[in-house]
């Protein structure tokens, strides 16, 4: 077996185990996105609990403070009925009047706050609900994980062991460059060459369909024992059996 058969073979080996593969990967990378999504939504719904669990401890001090100040002038009345003071009176009087300002704000503070409190409730309702979805999203994502999983599962074994025996065929440098390859032209690292017009020798390249030159044509086809990459795209260049025939016959 020559380096480019042994090659030819790992990168049918290979496209049969990416294309298993394909349809889990995918499932996978859906239900990572879902779950991202899901751990925002939370971040969301958590801050705004948080401002909500804020916004009543505030309620509730000015609450606090009203009322106090609400005893006060209640405690303040009952000093004025019992003085007869007129200096003591006025000053009384003055304070009532200033709690009364005070207590005003502080009502109308806490109506402010209340309703703060609703919209903040009613905002954190609304992210728990989406949280709620994004939840059955994700969990969607995970049955169809199983689904390709139990669908492909099995054969992607035997594929893969497959594979990997064809690759354990082909020196280990070249294995490392190839699988860069793979990985670079997302599994394509290998591809024929493509004749368009014998008599004027104008070839392409199977991958990238630019012309290739003369030089590389004959590397391919005289030299299947070494490597022989298109100038263009860098990817493997191999003679189809047709075009080995069609050598031996020239
Ligand atoms: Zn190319």
Redesign the pocket.
């Known amino acids: 077996m020559t380096l480019q058969d042994q090659l030819s073979t790992l990168f049918e080996k290979d496209s049969n185990v990416r294309s298993l593969r394909r349809r889990l990967d995918a499932a996978t990378r859906r239900r990572d996105l879902q779950q991202e999504r899901l751990a925002q939504l939370e971040e969301q719904h958590r801050e705004r609990t948080e401002e909500l669990k804020k916004a009543k401890a505030h309620a509730s001090t000015l609450e606090g403070e009203a009322s106090d100040s609400e005893a006060r002038v209640k405690k303040l009345r009952e000093q004025l009925q019992n003085t007869s003071d007129p200096k003591a009176f006025s000053a009384l009087s003055v304070e009532v009047n200033n709690l009364k300002i005070q207590q005003g704000k502080l009502e109308s503070l806490a109506l402010d706050q209340m309703g703060r409190i609703e919209s903040l409730t009613n905002e954190a309702g609304k992210t728990q609900e989406r949280v709620a979805e994004q939840k059955q999203l994700v969990s969607e994502a995970e049955t169809e994980i199983a689904e390709a999983t139990a669908e492909v599962g099995d054969r992607l074994g035997d594929v893969e062991a497959d594979r990997d025996r064809a690759a354990a065929e082909v020196p280990e440098e070249i294995r490392r460059t190839y699988d860069r390859l793979q990985e670079d032209t997302e599994g394509e690292a290998v591809?024929g060459i493509e004749e368009q017009d014998r008599k004027r020798m104008e070839y392409t390249?199977g991958?990238?369909y630019?012309s290739l030159p003369v030089q590389a044509v004959n590397a391919t086809l005289s030299r299947p024992d070494e490597l022989t990459h298109?100038p263009?795209?860098?990817?493997i260049l191999v003679a189809d059996t047709q075009m080995k025939e069609e050598l031996a016959g020239r």
């Open positions: 591809c390249c991958g990238c630019m298109c263009s795209c860098g990817r």
